[in-house]
């Protein structure tokens, strides 16, 4: 049971909208204070980073040398660490379903 850090109540396990996404917190009953715990707000942050995607972007492969690649948009580099040297990315190919899936590792 969490207690609230203000007054020492017990704090209630919520559901509800907060900046348009539905996110778990505890809240006090007497003074209202809301906290997120480190999974709620892990959480809210996946799904508010989800929220800056869009659902689809269409993109044409670039030419690089012999090889091919492809340009990611700006939001996606910032969710995704793409900018990390530590960030590398896993292809795989599924010619029948005419896929090419990214996974970042
Ligand atoms: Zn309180």
Redesign the pocket.
């Known amino acids: 049971m969490k207690k609230?850090h203000?007054?020492g109540?017990p704090m209630k396990l919520i559901v509800e909208p907060y900046e348009g996404i539905v996110s778990e917190a505890y809240r006090?009953p007497?003074?209202k204070?809301t906290i997120f715990t480190e999974d709620q707000a892990l959480a809210f942050g996946k799904q508010y980073q989800q929220k800056l995607l869009k659902e689809k972007y269409a993109k044409h492969p670039i030419k690089i040398g012999h090889s091919y690649g492809m340009i990611f948009p700006r939001d996606l580099v910032r969710v995704f660490n793409l900018d990390s040297k530590d960030t590398k990315l896993n292809i795989r190919a599924d010619r029948a379903k005419n896929k090419i899936e990214i996974t970042v590792i």
Do not use: A, G
């Open positions: 609230c203000k007054c109540k006090c007497k003074c204070t």
